[in-house]
Nanobody, 117 residues
Framework: VQLVESGGGSVQAGGSLRLSCAAS????????VAWFRQAPGKEREFVAS???????DYTDSVKGRFTISRDNAKNAVYLQMSSLKPEDTAVYYC????????????WGQGTQVTVSS
């Protein structure tokens, strides 16, 4: 199983980025997928998730600014980030877990997002 994130970069506050996570080696449509992030000196935190059936959830700090989506035909999940703030600066990871239960056991290598004020 492999998850590969892309799309990170450096932007100014108020800008936008779209992260992508490409999955291989698993039946993607049977997995819930989520984005997490980890800022320097902080623990990894949940950002957004999308179930195998398309139900979405977000942490409060990104509601209204970030949108998670998936394309099962492309084995991909996306995170559209708008109105970015300096506090969104972190390494963003995608994770996957089976829809039948369990923890997020598959992870990508992460992609850096840096937002400057």
């Amino acid at each position: 199983v492999q998850l590969v994130e892309s799309g990170g970069g450096s932007v100014q506050a108020g800008g936008s980025l779209r992260l992508s996570c490409a999955a291989s080696g698993l039946t993607f449509s049977r997995y819930h997928v989520a984005w997490f992030r980890q800022a320097p000196g902080k623990e990894r935190e949940f950002v957004a998730s999308i179930t195998y059936s398309g139900n979405m959830d977000y942490t409060d700090s990104v509601k209204g600014r970030f949108t998670i989506s998936r394309d099962n035909a492309k084995n991909a999940v996306y995170l559209q980030m708008s109105s970015l703030k300096p506090e969104d600066t972190a390494v963003y990871y995608c994770g996957a877990r089976p829809y039948v239960g369990g923890t997020y056991s598959y992870w990508g290598q992460g992609t850096q997002v840096t937002v400057s004020s």
